[in-house]
C-alpha cells in the first residue's frame, strides 16, 4: 500500500481557537468572577509546554509515521477514505487513545511523559495545552498497530487523533458546570475530566476518556464528580518550579535516579520503569491504591464510595 | 499552516496572554493567613505527617515546619502553595532573605523573603536540618 493520502493537520489549525478561546475563558471569569481561576505563570508554562509539544511533533513525529508506514506497506488491507471509515477510525482511534491514557497512569514509564499535563494546580483552557515533550520516548505509538493493520491509513489515523485532541481541549475548563445529562452520559465532559485531573484519593487514576466516556464505564474505571468533594487539581506532590524544562522531564530524572541506585536487583531496577508511579523497591512511598486504601482506613464512612476501596482489614 | 504564520502566531499569543494576565493582576503570590492555613497547606502535600510547629514568616509569604519526620517548608507556587522536607538543604543569605538549594529536581532553589532576624532564627533551625 503506498498511495499518497493527505489530511489536514487539524491541531495547528485549531491554534487560533485554541488563543480566541483562552481569551474568552479568561474574561468571562474576570467578569462573573467565577468559574475558574489563572495565574500568570502557571498559564505560561502551560503555553510553552503546548508549544513545545508542537515542536516536538515537528522534530519526532517522523519516528510515528515511518513506523506507521512501515505497517501500512505490509498490510494487505484498505479501507478507503470513505466518511464512515474515518467516523469507525475516530472511534476505535478513541478507543486507543483510553488505554494509552490509562497506561500513561498506571506505567511509570508513560507516566513520565504525560505526568507533566496534571502538574498544574489550576485547571483552565491553558491547562489543556500542557502536554508532552516526550511522548514519542514511551513508545505508545504501537498501540497504533492495529489501526493500520485494519487497513485504516496513517495520515487518516493521525487525522481523528488530531481531532480527538482538539475535542479534548474545551473540556478543561471550570466554567462549564454540567452538559445535558444525555451528554454527560456519553461523552467525556468538564466534569468527567476534572474528576480526571482531582488529585483527590477518591479521584486518582480515573475517567481516562479522550471523546467518549462509556470507554470507562465499560472499563469499571468512571468516577462521577461529587458535589460534597471538590476536585484539588495537581499531582500528590505538587511541583516547586513553573521551570517547563523540568516540568517536562522531572520524572524521566525520578526514573533515572530510582533505578540507577546502588544495590538493586535487575527486577527492582525494571520495576521503577514499569511499575505504577509510587512504587518502591522497600514500599516507603505510596502508590494511587495505598493512598486510596490509606484514605478510606482513616475515613472508614467513605468506604465503597465512588473512586474508593472497601475497608481494609489492617492498617495499610 | 506554514511554519511562518504558525510561528509568529504562537509566539504573540503566548506572549499576549501573559502580559494580560499579568496586567489583570493575576501575578499575585499566595499568602498563608495564618499559622492555622500553614499547617493546611503542609498537611495538603503531607497528609499523614502533622506538624508539631509551624513558625509563620512576618510577611506570610512562607512557613518553616517542624514535624515528627523532621523540618519542612510551605512556600508559594504562584497562587497556590507547595511544601518540602528541608533534608540536605543548603540555606545562603540573600539580600532579601534566605535561598534554599534543595537537592530536589522538582524544586531545587527556593528563595524567601525574611526580615534580618527571622533570617538569622531559620538559618539556626536549618542547620539543625542539614
Same mark, same amino acid.
Given at each position: 500500500m *503506498?498511495?499518497?493520502? #493527505? %489530511?489536514?493537520? /487539524? =491541531?495547528?489549525?485549531?491554534?487560533? $481557537? ?31 509546554m ?27 488491507v ?24 490509562r497506561?500513561?497512569?498506571?506505567i ?25 515533550w *516526550?511522548?514519542?520516548? #514511551? %513508545?505508545?505509538? /504501537? =498501540?497504533?498497530?492495529?489501526?493500520? $493493520? ?32 444525555w ?6 465532559t ?46 500528590v ?9 523540568r ?14 541506585q ?10 521503577y520503569?514499569i ?6 523497591h ?17 475515613n472508614?464512612?467513605?468506604?465503597d ?12 | ?19 494580560l ?38 510577611n ?69 536540618t542539614?
Amino acid at each position: 500500500m *503506498t498511495d499518497m493520502i #493527505t %489530511f489536514p493537520d /487539524v =491541531v495547528n489549525w485549531a491554534v487560533p $481557537l485554541f488563543i480566541a478561546a483562552i481569551l474568552a475563558e479568561l474574561l468571562w471569569i474576570v467578569i462573573k468572577g467565577h468559574g475558574g481561576r489563572y495565574e500568570t505563570r502557571d498559564a505560561l508554562t502551560s503555553l510553552i509546554m503546548g508549544a513545545g509539544n508542537v515542536a516536538s511533533g515537528i522534530l519526532l513525529g517522523f519516528v510515528a509515521y515511518g513506523f506507521f508506514m512501515l505497517l501500512w506497506e505490509i498490510t494487505p488491507v484498505d479501507l478507503g477514505t470513505s466518511i464512515a471509515v474515518i467516523g469507525l477510525c475516530f472511534v476505535l482511534d478513541d478507543l486507543r487513545y483510553y488505554w494509552v491514557h490509562r497506561f500513561g497512569h498506571r506505567i511509570r514509564w508513560v507516566w513520565a511523559s504525560h505526568v507533566n499535563h496534571h502538574s498544574s494546580q489550576h485547571y483552565n483552557l491553558t491547562t489543556a495545552l500542557r502536554q508532552t515533550w *516526550t511522548g514519542t520516548f #514511551t %513508545f505508545m505509538m /504501537v =498501540v497504533r498497530a492495529p489501526l493500520i $493493520l485494519l487497513g485504516f491509513h496513517p495520515a487518516m489515523v493521525l487525522f481523528v487523533g488530531g481531532l480527538n485532541l482538539i475535542y479534548q481541549f474545551w473540556i478543561h475548563t471550570e466554567a462549564i458546570g454540567k452538559m445535558p445529562r444525555w451528554f454527560e452520559a456519553v461523552m467525556n465532559t468538564p466534569s468527567h475530566h476534572r474528576v480526571h485531573h482531582g488529585r483527590n484519593p477518591r479521584y486518582l487514576d480515573c475517567n481516562y476518556a479522550g471523546v467518549f466516556i462509556v470507554w470507562d464505564k465499560i472499563f469499571g474505571t468512571f468516577v462521577p464528580e461529587m458535589q460534597e468533594e471538590k476536585v484539588d487539581y495537581g499531582l500528590v506532590h505538587n511541583l516547586g518550579t513553573f521551570n517547563p524544562i523540568r516540568v517536562a522531564f522531572h520524572e524521566w530524572v525520578g526514573i533515572f535516579r530510582d533505578a540507577t541506585q546502588p544495590g538493586l536487583t535487575w527486577r527492582a531496577r525494571l520495576n521503577y520503569c514499569i511499575m505504577p508511579p509510587g512504587w518502591s523497591h522497600d514500599g516507603s512511598r505510596e502508590t494511587s491504591s495505598a493512598i486510596k486504601a490509606r484514605h478510606v482506613f482513616r475515613n472508614p464512612d467513605l468506604a465503597d464510595t465512588p473512586g474508593l476501596p472497601p475497608l481494609p482489614d489492617h492498617k495499610p | 499552516m506554514p511554519l511562518s504564520i504558525l510561528l509568529p502566531m504562537v509566539v504573540m499569543g503566548i506572549a499576549a496572554i501573559a502580559v494580560l494576565l499579568h496586567l489583570l493582576g493575576l501575578s499575585r503570590q499566595a499568602t498563608l493567613t495564618n499559622a492555622e492555613a500553614a499547617r493546611a497547606a503542609w498537611l495538603r502535600e503531607f497528609p499523614t505527617d502533622a506538624p508539631i510547629h509551624v513558625t509563620l514568616c512576618a510577611n506570610r509569604s512562607a512557613a518553616l515546619i517542624a514535624s515528627e519526620t523532621g523540618r519542612g517548608v510551605v512556600w508559594p507556587m504562584g497562587a497556590d502553595t507547595t511544601a518540602r522536607y528541608l533534608t540536605g538543604a543548603r540555606a545562603r543569605r540573600t539580600k532579601t532573605g534566605l535561598r534554599l538549594d534543595l537537592p530536589d529536581y522538582t524544586a531545587p532553589r527556593i528563595h524567601l523573603t525574611l526580615d534580618p532576624d527571622e533570617t538569622a532564627a531559620w538559618q539556626d533551625a536549618l542547620k539543625e536540618t542539614a
